[in-house]
């Protein structure tokens, strides 16, 4: 089913949900305060932001220039039952200063495709190949939230600071899963914890010093940037270095290596430094 939106809708900062397997929105939408939510109709049926087609079978198909027809406090696409979500354009948002991702499968990039955005929540499930991968262009925002659930991988690159933040009810990086953050040549930080069994860290210098974080096993590198960079890390429980989704143990250049765990610290994997590195 078709849905075709060609004039205006207008809430009072309420909010408003889009369910149909095809969607043609050269109208605007706007909620004000509200949040805009648009799905698919049929489970399962996949997403694809950047088309400017309608044309793809079991695709809910959504240009940027579709999404920038929308006014709201923050934008969620997808529910738990949508299938793969794929990033297939440039998605630079305007309307909007949140975008909320949501799949019962993977989010994955293909072509030129990438995120602009000040504020990012990603929720990825476990009905695909339990791999999202965001890092084949680097996308561009400042607050990150993500869902990783057991068995599943989550992997992020971005152009700029990056700070692990709470983002439209996901409150930091979170799950039993595994997260991949890259931000190279700049940092990452965080304004809420870090609760994800397993995470990589690839940055100029991590600062994560939530008393709140719990992470069972972490990996780290902070040589790409080719400036002194830190690597500081806080947990509340026990915690290994090792290897986390081909990064192993943690590397810095010329900085830092500062770990601090309110349990057991196992080194199964090195720290190395190339200039000199107080642990």
């Given at each position: ?93 305007t309307s909007t200063n949140v975008l909320h991702l949501i799949t019962g ?104 010093i939530n008393a709140s974080n719990d992470v069972t096993t972490i990996a ?60």
């Amino acid at each position: 089913n078709m849905l075709t939106l060609t004039g205006t809708a207008a809430t009072s900062n309420g909010n408003v949900t889009y369910a149909a397997d095809n969607m043609a929105l050269s109208g605007s939408t706007n909620a004000g305060t509200g949040i805009v939510t648009l799905k698919s109709e049929t489970t399962g049926h996949a997403i694809n932001l950047g088309s400017i087609y309608d044309t793809t079978a079991g695709t809910l198909e959504l240009s940027a220039g579709e999404l920038n027809m929308i006014t709201a406090a923050a934008l969620r696409i997808g529910d738990t039952g949508a299938g793969n979500i794929t990033i297939s354009a440039a998605n630079n948002l305007t309307s909007t200063n949140v975008l909320h991702l949501i799949t019962g499968a993977d989010i994955s990039q293909s072509g030129t495709g990438a995120i602009d955005i000040t504020n990012l929540a990603l929720e990825v499930g476990t009905n695909g190949i339990l791999t999202s991968d965001l890092s084949t262009n680097a996308n561009t925002v400042t607050n990150f939230a993500a869902s990783v659930p057991s068995g599943a991988t989550l992997k992020f690159s971005n152009s700029q600071d990056l700070a692990i933040a709470s983002v439209d009810g996901v409150t930091g990086v979170t799950g039993l899963g595994t997260a991949h953050l890259i931000a190279s040549g700049k940092n990452i930080t965080q304004t809420a914890a870090v609760t994800v069994a397993n995470l990589a860290l690839e940055a100029n210098s991590v600062t994560l010093i939530n008393a709140s974080n719990d992470v069972t096993t972490i990996a780290g590198d902070t040589t790409a940037g080719g400036t002194s960079g830190n690597f500081t890390y806080v947990d509340s429980n026990d915690l290994a270095v090792g290897t986390v989704d081909s990064i192993s143990g943690i590397a810095a250049n010329n900085g830092n290596i500062v770990l601090t765990t309110d349990g057991l610290l196992t080194l199964a994997a090195n720290l190395t430094d190339t200039a000199g590195t107080n642990y």
